[in-house]
């Protein structure tokens, strides 16, 4: 058990990691290095949903022979449909925009923007605690290691989330101190989700493969809402593509071999 805890934990100390950087470094993070880094991150989280979740939860469905599709169908849109709910119905403002999006409300701006980190940070811990619960139903499709290398890899390109909303705080008149506690603030909601994520699972655990594809098809909405739009924004590159295959090959060589 302390093993998954540890494991839950992962992904916050990435996000704390990159909101430190508002610590240290004078200047923001220029539009350039933003598109690189959302870029990577949708190819993180796209090779992590197809590799440590849809796969095995087609897979723990296979007693339903040529119907095990079924489950990862259904779990992916349900987490398609919770994110676009979610989309809706909390004030949220991404870095770079001048609207706001969700019901209209007197929330300062800049926690608007905490909130649309924290909304894409919420299936990254849900997907983490998918796999965890995985491994404490003793599923055999997931495997502890398997379990650390999502966690890393979510990890990974959470550094350079937490230093996009601890930044761009800076730079609205926030101070370094409370920016930083900003951008650890909007990762908090990882390990919640994934507690939630497991305690869910443990209750039904037939619901399994569907908390797999669920948590997959939540990563996949914030990858097409958000991140690709961020890595293809301003003048014309190919540099978000670049950095989103680099992330997503990354990802799935820790997986496939280190998994």
């Not at 058990?1 to 610590?23: N, Q, W, Y």
């Not at 230093?163 to 990882?190: C, H, N, R």
Request: hydrophobic letters at 55%; glycine letters at 12%; one cysteine or more.
């Amino acid at each position: 058990m302390f093993d998954v805890l540890k494991g839950i934990m992962i992904p916050l100390l990435g996000t704390s990691l990159g909101a430190a950087c508002v610590l240290f470094m004078k200047k923001g993070l220029n539009s350039f290095v933003q598109r690189a880094l959302a870029g990577f991150a949708a190819g993180v989280m796209v090779a992590a949903s197809v590799w440590s979740l849809l796969i095995p939860a087609i897979e723990s469905s296979e007693s339903m022979g040529k119907l095990s599709f079924i489950p990862a169908v259904i779990g992916f849109l349900l987490g398609i449909a919770f994110l676009l709910l979610l989309d809706n119905l909390v004030p949220h403002l991404h870095v770079n925009s001048a609207e706001a999006e969700g019901p209209k409300s007197g929330i300062k701006r800049t926690t608007k923007m905490v909130f649309a980190v924290a909304l894409h940070n919420f299936p990254e811990g849900m997907a983490v605690g998918a796999v965890y619960a995985g491994v404490l139903a003793g599923n055999t499709e997931v495997s502890i290691a398997g379990a650390l290398i999502l966690s890393l890899g979510i990890a990974i390109q959470n550094f350079p989330e937490g230093a996009i909303i601890s930044m761009p705080l800076k730079a609205e008149g926030v101070g370094k101190g409370k920016a930083f506690l900003y951008g650890v603030l909007s990762g908090i909601v990882e390990p919640l989700g994934a507690i939630v994520t497991i305690v869910f699972a443990d209750t039904m655990l037939v619901a399994l493969p569907y908390m797999l594809a669920f948590a997959a098809g939540a990563m996949i909405y914030v990858v097409v809402e958000e991140l690709i739009p961020e890595a293809s924004e301003g003048k014309h590159s190919n540099l978000g593509t670049i950095a989103f295959a680099v992330g997503f090959s990354i990802m799935m060589v820790l997986d496939v071999a280190l998994g």
